[in-house]
């Protein structure tokens, strides 16, 4: 069944006032640094932390309205939250399967919301075929997190939003994973404001919309690990795609690298903690990709903010490392009394911080008067990293800095 315009003006009255009207802002420091003019829409700011909870209310209404008191999806997370928290509200059991690999945080929260949550396999496909021996033993209906029309149809609330709180916008930057959402906010944008652009972005490590843009149709891909998880669902819908391809002017692939460095730049440019699959549309800003944009006015949808804390300490460390101000190199220096003090000195005196130092005294060569260290340092950017490494070079302390220097 097709989704239209009437079908997402029609969700928007009816998840009125149960799903929260999220701010789009303009951001000072992300404009500054992109080159355009920025805002973000802080779908983060949602009760469950996503975008997820407008499809989900628009499904849950109408099955309710149908009589149906117990549904069940496949999820990794953020849709399987929006379920859980408006099924409780609409009195419908929920039961979501989840991959092994799923944030804790999402999994705690969803039984924390009432859910029966299954753990299983450590793919969608895998979950999604699970799910569906759930439906035929146990009678359940299946919500699909996004193929389902009235779960598009309400993910494309999210593009009225938008141009009713920037009508400036020239460019949206949408992520792309089961592709439900850029259907959505594609179609809504593109019906009442056809001039402005909708982009897509995908990470490299999962590129399901690129593979069926390629194959004129969806196929599966294999998804590899990803700070964007829940955009890593192996195969665009169906649904989704023939509505996307219509209304998406142009889609991009980021990696995990530019993935860390926009979730730190968003902690802290904007104190906003949002999750990979969130912050993929800053990223794609950060790729160098989409130069066309500069000088314009552009809407990042920040689509979750679910992000597992273990996990974010790890991503700030990447994200740092990506940015030049977390340097890792080994060197070589003098194992005698005084050797460290002059390494040490020589690092500080280029203006860097020493967070940690490993010595390496057994496979560091026949010279017992020397020693290797891998030492990690902070600095102010990466270009103060290329300092230093010449620095240690040239300085009389005595140091050789290897060949094989990492940055």
């Known amino acids: ?183 959505g906010v594609g179609l809504a944008v593109k019906t009442l404001r056809p001039t402005v652009q909708v982009y897509g972005v995908e990470p490299a490590a999962s590129p399901g919309y690129a593979a069926a843009l390629k194959a004129g149709h969806p196929v599966p891909v294999t998804s ?43 902690l802290e440019l904007e104190k906003a903690v949002v999750e990979g699959a969130g912050a993929s549309t800053l990223a794609a800003l950060l790729s160098g990709q989409l130069p066309e944009l500069r000088g314009r006015t552009v809407v990042l949808l920040l689509a979750g903010g679910n992000i597992d804390p273990a996990v974010l300490a790890h991503v700030i460390e990447k994200g740092l490392a990506a940015d030049g101000r977390l340097l890792r190199f080994s060197a070589t220096i003098s194992d005698r009394p005084g050797g460290l003090a002059a390494f040490a000195a020589a690092v500080a005196a280029a203006g860097a911080s020493i967070q940690q130092v490993q010595h390496d005294r057994t496979f560091c060569g026949a010279d017992v008067t020397r020693v290797d260290v891998t030492c990690t340092v902070e600095t102010e950017d990466a270009d103060h990293a290329t300092r230093l490494i010449e620095h240690l070079k040239t300085s009389g302390a005595a140091v050789s800095v290897r060949t094989d220097v990492e940055k």
């Open 224 to 266: 590899q690990a990803t700070l964007a998880d829940g955009l890593a669902v192996g195969r665009v819908g169906d649904n989704a795609f023939a509505l996307a391809r219509q209304h998406v002017d142009r889609t991009v692939l980021v990696d995990e690298k530019l993935l860390a460095l926009a979730i730190l730049r968003l």
């Open 1 to 183: 069944m097709p989704v239209t315009l009437d079908d997402i003006l029609a969700a928007r009255r009816r998840i009125e006032g149960a799903v929260a009207i999220t701010p789009c802002v303009r951001s000072i420091p992300l404009s500054d640094l992109c080159g355009c003019d920025v805002y973000c829409k802080l779908e983060y700011l949602q009760r469950t932390g996503s975008f997820k909870e407008r499809g989900a209310r628009n499904a849950l209404t109408l099955l309710r309205d149908r009589g149906v008191t117990g549904v069940i999806a496949a999820s990794a997370g953020n849709h399987a939250l929006g379920l859980a928290y408006h099924g409780r509200q609409l009195g419908i059991d929920v039961t979501v399967v989840m991959p092994q690999f799923a944030p804790l945080i999402k999994v705690a929260s969803c039984k924390r919301l009432g859910a029966r949550v299954i753990r299983h396999g450590n793919s969608f496909a895998e979950i999604f075929e699970h799910a569906q021996t759930l439906v035929k033993s146990e009678g359940l209906t299946y919500v699909h997190g996004y193929d389902d029309p009235a779960v598009i149809a309400g993910q494309g609330t999210a593009g009225l939003e938008i141009l009713e709180q920037v009508p400036a916008a020239n460019a949206i930057i949408v992520p792309v994973g089961g592709g439900g959402l850029i259907a």
